[in-house]
C-alpha cells in the first residue's frame, strides 16, 4: 500500500512539473503575442481584413516658354484583385473568361493573374492603363464577382506627338538594372514607369511624383466593406523649357517636308544663349510606349532612332565656313573689301585646278559673299594663311562641345595646320584652299553652327546653350530656376570686323544665294552652304540670324538638311518659316508663277559636276 502511494504521489509531482512546463510556455507565447511581438502580430490581423491598392502619381508637365504643355497625363485606369476574396476554381474561371474581352487578354493570361493573387493572399494587379470607356463595362461586372477592384490612375500623353521628341524623351519600365539601381526614397515599385531618354530621363527626380494608395477594408470573400483611408498622391514638379513653340512646329515640318525628311534645325536667343528650337528628323512619337492597353492601336515599332541629328551629327560646314575666312582675313589685315577678284570659273593653285560652283566675273568682297564666289575666297585665303583662318576658328570653338547640357554630344573637328604639324604631316595648299570654303577635314554639328551664328550675332559671345528654364513644384510652389546665362568664351574681333560681316551678310539676303530669307519689317543676315558628300546627294546648309528693323538680333539659327542637294533650296525655306513663326510674320498669298528662265544657282551648277570636279581634284 505504501509502494502504491509513494508511486503515485510521484505520478502527481510529474504531471505537476508537467502542467506547469506546459503553463510557464503559454505565459511565454501570451508574452510574446500581446507584449514582444504584438505589433507584428496586429499588423498581420490587419492585413488579413485590408488590402492596399497604390496609386501612381502624376508626373510633372513640360511646357515651353510660352506655356503650351508638351507632356502631360491622362485619365488612366487599373484593375485589381483581391486575394483574400473568393478562391474557388471554377469561380475564378468563369470570372477570367468574362473579363478576358474587356481586358484585351486570353482567359489563361488572367487566370494566372488570379492564381498569383490567390497564393500570396495580396492585391494583385490584372490589367493597367486602361481607357475610360472601358470602365462601365468593368464597373458592371463588379457586381458580380466580388474580390475584383477598380481604381483610377493617370498616365503620360504627349499632346503634339513626335514634338521635340529627341529633346522630351519617353516612358518606360524598369529593366534590371535600373530596379537595382532606383532610389529607394523615390518609392518605386516593380510596374513602375521611369524616363527613358532625354527631359523625361535627366529630370526623373523631379518629374516622379510621390504615390498615394487607398486602403480598403474587405471581408472574408475580398468584398470591399470600406475604404479606410485614401492617401492622396502628390503630383511631380513642372518644368518649364526655353521653347518657342512656333518656331518648334515650323523647325518640325519645314524639315519633315524637306526633299529627305532628314535633318536638323536649331535656334538660339544670340543675347542669352537660350534654346529656342531644336528639331531632328527624322522624329518619334513617344506616345506609342504608353498606348492604352485595352484599345485598337496600330503597330508601330518601338525600336525608334534615339540618334539626335542636332547634337550629333557632325558635317563639313562647307560655304557658311566663309564667315570665319572672312573674319580671318579682315581682322588680320589681308582683305581690302573694294578690291575686285576675277572669277573666271576656276583657281590654278599650282598643283591643282579648283572649281567654282559658277562664273562671276569680277567680285569684291560684298558680291564674294553674297554670290558664294568659291575662287574670291580661295585667293583671300591664300593671301592670309591657314595658320590666321585656324586661330579665328579657335576663337569661336570649333572642335569643342557647345557645352550644352545633353548627352552624346558630339564636338566635331576643328581643321587647321597646327594638328597635321603636331602629328608631323604636311599641309599643303589644297588644305588652305578646301579648308576657306568649309570642305576637307573640318566638321560641326547643327547645334554648333547655331552656336556659331548666335556668337556673330551677339558679336562674339559664345554662350552655353540652355534648355531648361525652371522647375516648379506642385507641392511647394517653389521655383528652381535652372537656366542661366553662361559666357563660355569671347571671340573678341575688331569692332570694324563684326561691321563688315553684319554688312556682307546682310547683303548675302539682299541680293545674294540667302535671298529667300528677305522679309519685310525684319533685318535679317545670312549664309547658305552646300557640303560635297562622296557617299550620295550633297547636304545643305543654311545659317541666319535676324532682328526687328533696328533692333538688336534676337533670333540665330542653322538649318541642315541631310542629302538635301542644296543649302537655298533644302534649308533656306525652312529657315524661312522658322522666322516668319518666330515674329509673327504672316505669309503673303501666293502669286501665280510667272513664266521665265531659271538661273542657275551654287548646288544646280554642282550637280553638274563630276566627283572630281566637285571637290576640286580636277
Not at 20 to 49: F, K, P
Not at 524 to 544: E, R, S
Request: aromatic share 10%.
Amino acid at each position: 500500500m505504501a509502494v502504491t502511494k509513494i508511486f503515485f504521489n510521484a505520478r502527481l509531482k510529474v504531471m505537476m512539473a508537467l502542467a506547469c512546463i506546459a503553463g510557464g510556455v503559454i505565459a511565454l507565447r501570451l508574452v510574446d503575442i500581446q507584449v514582444l511581438r504584438h505589433q507584428a502580430y496586429l499588423q498581420m490581423a490587419e492585413r488579413n481584413r485590408t488590402q492596399v491598392i497604390y496609386q501612381t502619381a502624376p508626373r510633372g508637365r513640360v511646357f515651353t516658354a510660352d506655356g503650351v504643355a508638351v507632356a502631360t497625363n491622362a485619365p488612366s485606369f487599373s484593375f485589381y484583385y483581391l486575394g483574400a476574396g473568393n478562391t474557388d476554381p471554377a469561380y475564378l474561371e468563369q470570372l477570367a473568361r468574362d473579363f478576358a474581352p474587356r481586358l484585351k487578354m486570353t482567359p489563361q493570361e488572367i487566370l494566372a493573374k488570379l492564381e498569383q493573387g490567390v497564393k500570396t493572399g495580396k492585391a494583385t494587379l490584372l490589367a493597367e492603363n486602361l481607357s475610360t470607356k472601358s470602365t462601365v463595362a468593368l464597373q458592371e461586372l463588379q457586381l458580380y464577382y466580388p474580390g475584383v477592384y477598380l481604381i483610377e490612375e493617370t498616365k503620360r500623353t504627349y499632346p503634339y506627338g513626335g514634338f521635340a521628341s529627341h529633346l522630351l524623351g519617353y516612358i518606360g519600365s524598369m529593366d534590371d538594372r535600373e530596379w537595382r539601381n532606383r532610389d529607394l526614397r523615390m518609392g518605386y515599385r516593380l510596374n513602375s514607369k521611369i524616363g527613358k531618354n532625354g527631359i523625361e530621363k535627366k529630370f526623373e527626380k523631379e518629374l516622379k511624383g510621390r504615390d498615394g494608395g487607398v486602403y480598403l477594408e474587405v471581408d472574408y470573400r475580398g468584398r470591399v466593406k470600406s475604404i479606410i483611408q485614401d492617401k492622396k498622391w502628390s503630383a511631380g514638379s513642372d518644368v518649364y523649357l526655353t521653347l518657342d513653340f512656333k518656331l518648334q512646329q515650323a523647325a518640325e515640318e519645314g524639315l519633315k517636308k524637306s526633299n529627305t525628311g532628314r535633318g536638323a534645325a536649331v535656334a538660339l536667343d544670340p543675347r542669352t544663349g537660350a534654346v529656342l528650337a531644336m528639331a531632328s528628323a527624322p522624329a518619334y512619337d513617344p506616345n506609342i510606349f504608353v498606348q492604352y492597353s485595352d484599345e485598337e492601336n496600330p503597330k508601330q515599332s518601338k525600336k525608334i532612332s534615339e540618334y539626335n541629328l542636332a547634337i550629333q551629327g557632325t558635317y563639313p560646314p562647307a560655304s557658311t565656313f566663309k564667315i570665319i575666312t572672312a573674319a580671318a582675313a579682315l581682322e588680320y589685315g589681308h582683305l581690302d573689301v573694294h578690291r575686285k577678284i576675277n572669277c573666271p570659273g576656276y583657281y590654278d593653285s599650282g598643283p591643282r585646278v579648283f572649281k567654282c560652283w559658277g562664273t562671276h566675273g569680277p567680285v569684291d568682297f560684298f558680291d564674294g559673299m553674297s554670290n558664294s564666289c568659291d575662287v574670291y575666297f580661295y585667293q583671300v585665303a591664300a593671301q592670309t594663311g591657314s595658320a590666321a583662318i585656324e586661330r579665328v576658328q579657335r576663337k569661336f570653338m570649333f572642335g569643342r562641345q557647345t557645352g550644352i547640357d545633353l548627352p552624346g554630344e558630339k564636338a566635331g573637328n576643328l581643321y587647321g595646320p597646327t594638328r597635321r604639324a603636331r602629328n608631323k604631316t604636311y599641309w599643303f595648299i589644297g588644305d588652305t584652299l578646301n579648308l576657306s570654303i568649309g570642305q576637307g577635314e573640318l566638321l560641326v554639328t547643327p547645334l554648333k553652327l547655331a552656336q556659331f551664328a548666335a556668337a556673330v550675332a551677339s558679336r562674339g559671345n559664345v554662350y552655353r546653350p540652355y534648355y531648361v528654364d525652371k522647375i516648379v513644384s506642385n507641392q511647394t510652389g517653389k521655383v528652381q530656376q535652372i537656366g542661366k546665362t553662361e559666357i563660355l568664351q569671347k571671340a573678341d574681333l575688331k569692332p570694324e570686323t563684326y561691321d563688315l560681316l553684319f554688312q556682307a551678310l546682310k547683303h548675302t539676303v539682299d541680293h545674294g544665294t540667302a535671298a529667300r530669307v528677305r522679309i519685310e519689317g525684319l533685318d535679317v543676315y545670312g549664309k547658305t552652304g552646300t557640303a560635297q558628300n562622296p557617299h550620295g546627294d550633297d547636304h545643305g546648309w543654311f545659317l541666319a540670324f535676324a532682328g526687328r528693323k533696328g533692333e538688336e538680333p534676337s533670333i540665330a539659327l542653322a538649318v541642315f538638311v541631310e542629302f538635301g542637294k542644296g543649302g537655298s533650296s533644302a534649308a533656306g525655306p525652312i529657315a524661312r518659316s522658322m522666322l516668319e513663326a518666330y515674329f509673327g510674320v504672316e505669309k503673303p498669298a501666293p502669286k501665280p508663277a510667272a513664266a521665265k528662265v531659271p538661273q542657275r544657282t551654287e548646288e544646280d551648277y554642282e550637280e553638274l559636276l563630276t566627283p572630281g570636279e566637285q571637290d576640286g581634284s580636277i
